[in-house]
T-cell receptor
Framework: NAGVTQTPKFQVLKTGQSMTLQCAQD?????MSWYRQDPGMGLRLIHYSVGAGITDQGEVPNGYNVSRSTTEDFPLRLLSAAPSQTSVYFC???????????????FGPGTRLTVT | AQSVAQPEDQVNVAEGNPLTVKCTYSVSGNPYLFWYVQYPNRGLQFLLKYITGDNLVKGSYGFEAEFNKSQTSFHLKKPSALVSDSALYFCAVTSGNFNKFYFGSGTKLNVKP
């Protein structure tokens, strides 16, 4: 299994440009999520999905869009990049959460994004 | 609001000595607690979790953590540190609908030979 894969590894954008960060998992996990990691702030949840066709906002959703058309893929879209979105982005997946219990998340290697 | 605090930005220990990385949390219901480790330029890796039951949970690489409900803490421990344990450690919590996770700011562990 490849686990959780993310592309690209590095990206430089100019203010106002748009792009999509790709995330895919081959573990048939229902739950997928996007985080951003900033120095001194840990990881903050941007958006998450509990299954195909179902997404919801996390702690810092502004400026980001997501969709989940398949179980495997969960892309993150930046519609108009801003310098404040310079960060390292991690995608993660796990078995579904809820009343059955919480499961550990598997993280991708990350995408380092710089917006100038 | 739910939150996690890791009060120490950095912990320094000598190889062979016991280590503790501190974590306190604030949630409105019963917490599910996690520890993850991050090596340079890598994603996070799961170490251990507390869901229910025994307050002392054991995880990967000899790590363990103790859940203390009265002190709202979930400190990570290891009896004998290794140089290879040097990394960034994150505590995380979820509660309520268990779909939103809150991470601490991270603690850098330095183990010196």
């Amino acid at each position: 299994n490849a686990g959780v894969t993310q592309t690209p590894k590095f990206q430089v954008l100019k203010t106002g440009q748009s792009m999509t960060l790709q995330c895919a998992q081959d573990m048939n996990h229902e739950y997928m999520s996007w985080y951003r990691q900033d120095p001194g702030m840990g990881l903050r949840l941007i958006h998450y999905s509990v299954g195909a066709g179902i997404t919801d906002q996390g702690e810092v959703p502004n400026g980001y869009n997501v969709s989940r058309s398949t179980t495997e893929d969960f892309p993150l879209r930046l519609l108009s990049a801003a310098p404040s979105q310079t960060s390292v982005y991690f995608c993660a997946s796990s078995y579904s959460y809820g009343s059955q219990g919480a499961y550990e998340q598997y993280f991708g290697p990350g995408t380092r994004l710089t917006v100038t | 609001a739910q939150s996690v605090a890791q009060p120490e930005d950095q912990v320094n220990v000598a190889e062979g000595n016991p280590l503790t990385v501190k974590c306190t949390y604030s949630v409105s219901g019963n917490p599910y607690l996690f520890w993850y480790v991050q090596y340079p330029n890598r994603g996070l890796q799961f170490l251990l979790k507390y869901i229910t039951g025994d307050n002392l949970v054991k995880g990967s690489y000899g790590f363990e953590a103790e859940f203390n409900k009265s002190q709202t803490s979930f400190h990570l421990k290891k009896p004998s540190a290794l140089v290879s344990d040097s990394a960034l450690y994150f505590c995380a919590v979820t509660s309520g609908n268990f779909n939103k996770f809150y991470f601490g700011s991270g603690t850098k562990l330095n183990v010196k030979p």
